[in-house]
């Protein structure tokens, strides 16, 4: 399976939503995670690679393909972190719209579901990932944006606490790892 992972605003939590979609996907079959961005190495906690690198072995099962890096993703499951869309012909955009499975991740807010709406790049399934204190509901955000929920991970300070530390890895917050278990 090809999951592509996107957003329609900055820091929406795309990358750690491809990190730990990659991280259980490599329990079950060997998998690539494929570095649209750049921020990978710093959330997995890995030496940043040497530029132009070579895909990196995280685990026995895990690849990371760096940021620049032009080797194919060459394993059953690839996550990409496609980051930020701002235009369907861009680069990232037809990444995200040739995905076989296409994941928006978006925080419940108003200004990012209106991005989406005007971007025209429908996803196949949305991940909300729920700060506190937001009225948008995930059927409220899934109405707008014309696609299922498939995961609501929350805002968590363990979550921001492992990525910080660069423990997403090593010891992935089981709050991020259950929400998304569901959308593996
Ligand atoms: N579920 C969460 N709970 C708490 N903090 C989170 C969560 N997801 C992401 N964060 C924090 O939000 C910030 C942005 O996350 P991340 O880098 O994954 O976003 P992004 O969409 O990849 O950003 P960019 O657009 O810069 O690539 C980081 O500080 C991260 O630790
Ligand atoms: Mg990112």
Not at 135 to 158: N, Q, S
Request: aromatic residues 2%; contains cysteine.
């Amino acid at each position: 399976v090809f999951t592509c992972c996107w957003s329609v605003k900055g820091g929406s939590g795309v990358s750690v939503v491809a990190a730990a979609l990659a991280l259980i996907a490599s329990r079950d079959a060997p998998t690539a995670l494929v570095d649209l961005c750049g921020d990978l190495p710093a959330v997995l906690g890995i030496p940043e690679p040497a530029d132009p690198a070579p895909p990196v072995t995280i685990t026995a099962t895990l690849t990371l393909v760096p940021h620049g890096s032009d080797a194919a993703a060459d394993a059953a499951t690839v996550v990409v972190d496609a980051g930020c869309v701002d235009h369907v012909d861009s680069r990232r955009g037809m990444v995200a719209a040739t995905a076989e499975r296409s994941l928006l991740v978006v925080r419940p807010c108003y200004l990012a579901l209106r991005r989406a709406t005007r971007l025209g790049l429908r996803p196949h399934g949305i991940v909300v990932v729920a700060e506190p204190g937001r009225a948008l509901r995930g059927d409220d955000i899934a109405a707008v944006v014309g696609a299922p929920v498939v995961a609501e991970v929350p805002f968590a300070a363990a979550i921001s606490r492992a990525v910080d530390a660069g423990l997403l890895l090593a010891r992935c917050p089981v709050a991020l790892a259950s929400a998304l278990e569901v959308a593996r």
